[in-house]
């Protein structure tokens, strides 16, 4: 095969036998064209995809469940379709053949026709409720062929020369065909044929033994600077080793907070510019907001924690209204989780159960602090659904992906739950518009975090330079004085 456009007869010969000039050939089960393009190959395989599609039809028609469905279809006939695909170059076209396909097959498994009127948008809703956020093909491809860039750009060899390299001569005229290396430019901003002159320093977590680390994701706008204080405090009372969050747009109380706890070196807080389009709505985290991008940039922020936090033991993902008060006769978080740990050892994820106290019951008793003046919690678990409320941690050297509220272990670990009787999840909330019934809800009274309230109040007051960093609450700190004072 020959790849020029000068060359209509080109005669090679090999020991003396001539070789056959065709215009295209396979070559380990892809098909290779003389015009360097992708689009036969593509064709080819999203027909070879739709055989085995049709040839599963029994299967498509059945009664079995939509996620064991898409299951089958991702290993079976997406796979099929992706054979190769580091090698492929992406044009217009054939990224809307390969989302034309998925939409087709992902239509066909709901039951969907195109008559119904439903949008691709709506159909990728409900795969999404059915079985999690999944990776659209086009995505896949991308990234199998990011991947097989970097392999290839991290090594000297043949492949990374040829890669790099130029053919040499004028260019035609008119508009370039596009190349592999085109897609990649597109995809990073990458100059493909220059030396990199800046890169990132590759950082290595330190391994910590005995050790939990909490990601907050991100944290914005106004709050109230003494629960934060009094979160860092209970979570130094745990022996939480440190504390990860991104923020975003804070009032200076609370800035001034989360500053002193990066001095003592509990916490590090990195400050988020989220990047918008040119001319696209502002993007950030305080309400009003685009709620769907937000919800997106705090998975990207959790995922953030499980990589620099990977030296530690277990990481867990959680909110500041948040509270894991230990029973059972254990002490930390880290007693908790070697607990569940010890009970399922093939496990990577561990989720708790949570118990909402909602604000709107009111206070039930007086206290200094602001988590001790309610006591009421609601009866059952999980308010709002498991997969809105449960809190999960993490192994996360043996996790593949966060999102807020569920973790993705790698293969062959599992996820299990913390022994219902070796913690109370405390979470210190208002009743949301959506909630419905909230003042009727079914409720009893939990003290257990009370046991904690002398501890953590003589801790807060041990702080050196309270008043400064309290600067605005003066009257909350001569309470907690005056509560230890009577006390003793």
């Known amino acids: ?40 190959e ?43 695909c580091e090698t492929w170059t992406l044009q217009a ?52 062929k990011l991947a097989w860039f970097g392999h290839v750009t991290r090594h000297d060899s043949l492949s990374k020369t ?18 592999w290396c085109d897609n990649i430019k597109e995809w990073t901003g990458m100059a493909m044929y220059e030396p990199v002159r800046k890169a990132l320093p590759i950082v290595f977590p330190q391994r910590v033994p005995k050790s939990v680390g909490v990601c907050l994701k991100v944290t914005y706008g106004s709050m109230d600077p003494t629960k934060v204080l009094e979160w860092m405090e ?4 745990m022996a939480v080793t440190s504390v990860f969050t991104y923020t975003f747009d804070l009032d200076p109380p609370v800035q001034a907070v989360l500053d002193y706890y990066v001095k003592l070196g509990f916490l590090t807080a990195i400050p988020a510019h989220p990047a918008t389009s040119t001319g696209g709505a502002p993007r950030g985290f305080r309400r009003p907001r685009f709620e769907k991008q937000a919800w997106v940039d705090e998975i990207w922020a959790a995922n953030d924690c499980k990589h620099r936090m990977s030296g530690l033991d277990y990481v867990i993902v959680m909110d500041m209204d948040e509270f894991i008060v230990p029973k059972k006769g254990l002490q930390t978080y880290y007693d908790i989780l070697e607990l569940a740990q010890k009970n399922n050892y093939n496990a990577a994820g561990f989720f708790f ?20 003046k309610f006591t009421l919690r609601t009866k059952t678990p999980n308010y709002n659904g498991f997969y809105q409320n449960a809190r999960w941690a993490s192994i996360p050297q043996k996790t593949y992906f966060l999102e807020n509220n569920v973790v993705y272990p790698r293969k062959p670990f599992v996820t299990a739950p913390v022994p219902r009787d070796a913690y109370t999840l405390f979470h210190y909330r208002a009743c949301k518009p959506a909630w419905k019934r909230c003042a009727v809800r079914p409720r009893l009274e939990d003290k257990s975090m009370l046991q904690h309230e002398l501890p953590l109040v003589q801790r807060i007051l041990a702080l050196p330079n309270l008043d400064s960093v309290l600067y605005n609450n003066s009257d909350y700190i001569q309470g907690l004085r005056s509560w230890l004072r009577k006390r003793s």
Not at 94 to 101: L, M, S
Not at 162 to 179: M, S
Not at 356 to 372: F, H, K, M, N, Y
């Open 162 to 179: 040829i890669l790099q390299g130029t053919v040499e001569g004028k260019r035609r005229r008119g508009r370039q065909r596009k190349a």
């Open 353 to 372: 159960n949570s118990h909402v106290i909602l604000l709107d019951w009111g206070a039930t008793r007086e206290s200094p602090l602001q988590i001790g």
């Open 234 to 237: 209970y979570h130094r009372l």
């Open 1 to 40: 095969m020959v790849s020029s456009e000068r060359v209509n007869d080109a005669s090679i010969t090999m020991d003396d036998e001539p070789l056959e000039l065709v215009h295209k050939f396979k070559y380990l089960g892809a098909t290779l064209h003389e015009d360097g393009s992708s689009t036969v």
């Open 42 to 84: 593509v064709r080819t395989r999203i027909a070879l995809a739709t055989a085995a599609y049709a040839k599963l039809g029994k299967i498509w028609k059945s009664s079995i469940s939509f996620k064991a469905k898409h299951k089958l279809f991702r290993s079976l006939v997406s796979s099929i379709l992706t054979y190769g």
């Open 93 to 144: 076209d054939t990224e809307r053949r390969i989302q034309a396909f998925e939409n087709k097959c992902l239509r066909k498994l709901l039951r969907i026709s195109y008559k119904d009127h439903v949008t691709n948008e709506s159909v990728r809703e409900l795969v999404v409720a059915y079985v999690g956020l999944q990776e659209p093909l086009l995505a896949t491809v991308k990234r199998r």
